[in-house]
């Protein structure tokens, strides 16, 4: 009888997070977020949902998902090794111990 080994590798590589900086500090002061904040985002419990509200030049994206404790909502198009941040919005209430 021969023993069959099964291996699964995952490899951690580090996502490129590319933003404008001027609409990065446009935010920062209509919703006192910087688009840099996204490194800290729980990327493996987030909902997405293509967005397909308008025609946009590019495939975009909404994420609803977590920066510490706080429900957070980041709006992107995917690119090459990352994503590029177009906004990123705080819900008012923290959702404490709910699931997202």
Not at 10 to 21: L, P, Q, R
């Amino acid at each position: 009888m021969e023993l069959v080994r099964l291996f699964f590798v995952h490899t951690i590589k580090a996502m490129n997070i590319d933003f404008d900086s001027d609409k990065s500090a446009r935010n920062k002061q209509e919703r006192g977020l910087l688009f840099s904040a996204v490194e800290r985002f729980d990327w493996e419990k987030t909902i997405f949902s293509e967005d397909t509200r308008f025609d946009y030049p590019e495939q975009r994206f909404i994420g609803l998902g977590k920066i510490e404790e706080r429900a957070h909502v980041v709006c992107f198009p995917p690119i090459t090794d990352g994503i590029r941040v177009i906004s990123l919005s705080q819900k008012s209430e923290p959702t404490g111990g709910a699931p997202l």
